[in-house]
Structure formats: C-alpha cells, structure tokens
C-alpha cells in the first residue's frame, strides 16, 4: 500500500506530497505542490479600525490572528479541490496541527470532506527525507518503522 498522496499542512504553507516505494523497498516522498499562506502581506498597509488618531491599536491580536487561520484555510480547501480534480486523486491524508484542523473542518464541504482521511501531526516543518522516516507516513505508507 505504499503509494499514497497526501497533504502536510501548517499555518504557514500546505505542502501536497506523494509517498512511494521503490524498487529497492525504501520509501521515497516527494512534494510536488505547494500553497503559501500569504494573507499576512494583504494585511499590510490595511487601515484598521481599531486603530487611534495616534495610530496604536487597543485590541487583542488574537481576533486577527483566527481571521488570517480562516481565510487560509479557506484557500486551502479550494486548493485541496483543484487538486483531487486535477490529480485525479481518489484519497488524500491530511496532517495538520489541531487548531488547524479545525479551521479546515469547518469550511470543508462533505464532497470532498468524503475523500479525506484527516489526522492531527504538526509536520509542517519537517523536509521530505525528514518524513520518509516520520511515524505518522511511515503508517500511511503501510511500512513498519525501523523497516
């Protein structure tokens, strides 16, 4: 069973990887796509309301933040779409950290929440050669680890 796409996902960027084995029996992973987070730079430059004459700001940042969380995910789910179609992939696994995994829930609708296998691992950091040796891929990809 160790062919498998699947998708690492953080906060920053979402990675769409493919996972196999190859002739030798080691697994190779490899990224073949990948969405940046870019909502940070449209926030530049944007007046806020929250926002004095003297240009401080009074609010907690904690509001901005699940905005940016949401729209990402948002986008991450178009993204997600485009690709089953476009890959014509039949199933994907999702690795992401728990308070993103939320995000997604929340904006994924049933078609394609249908063909997603979705588990909570922040990997985002992680390098492909990192992965190959990953517990969590390891699994996905049907492979004992230390095999």
Same mark, same amino acid.
Not at 45 to 72: I, N, V
Not at 97 to 108: D, F, S, V
């Given at each position: 069973?160790?062919?498998?796409? *699947?998708?690492?996902?953080?906060?920053?960027?979402?990675? !769409?990887? %493919?996972?196999?084995?190859?002739?030798?029996? /080691?697994?190779?992973?490899?990224?073949?796509?990948?969405?940046?987070?870019?909502?940070?730079?449209?926030?530049?430059? =944007?007046?806020? /309301? !929250?926002?004095? @004459?003297?240009?401080?700001?009074?609010? %907690?940042?904690?509001?901005?933040?699940?905005?940016? !969380?949401? =729209? *990402?995910? /948002?986008?991450?789910?178009?993204?997600?779409?485009?690709?089953?179609?476009?890959?014509?992939?039949?199933?994907?696994?999702? *690795?992401?950290?728990?308070?993103?995994?939320?995000? !997604?829930?929340?904006?994924?609708?049933?078609?394609?929440?249908? =063909?997603? =296998?979705?588990?909570?691992?922040?990997?985002? @950091?992680?390098?492909?050669?990192?992965?190959?040796? %990953?517990?969590?891929?390891?699994?996905?990809?049907?492979?004992?680890?230390?095999?």
């Amino acid at each position: 069973m160790a062919d498998q796409w *699947f998708l690492v996902v953080d906060t920053r960027r979402a990675r !769409l990887m %493919h996972g196999s084995t190859l002739r030798t029996g /080691r697994l190779h992973v490899d990224a073949h796509e990948v969405l940046e987070n870019r909502w940070e730079e449209h926030e530049r430059g =944007r007046p806020s /309301r !929250l926002a004095g @004459k003297t240009g401080q700001y009074y609010a %907690h940042w904690g509001h901005e933040d699940e905005e940016r !969380l949401q =729209r *990402f995910a /948002r986008d991450v789910v178009v993204w997600i779409d485009e690709q089953l179609e476009r890959r014509q992939i039949a199933e994907l696994t999702v *690795f992401a950290p728990p308070r993103l995994l939320g995000a !997604l829930r929340q904006e994924m609708p049933p078609r394609i929440a249908e =063909r997603l =296998r979705v588990l909570k691992a922040d990997l985002g @950091k992680l390098t492909p050669a990192d992965l190959v040796q %990953h517990a969590a891929v390891t699994g996905l990809l049907g492979v004992e680890q230390g095999a």
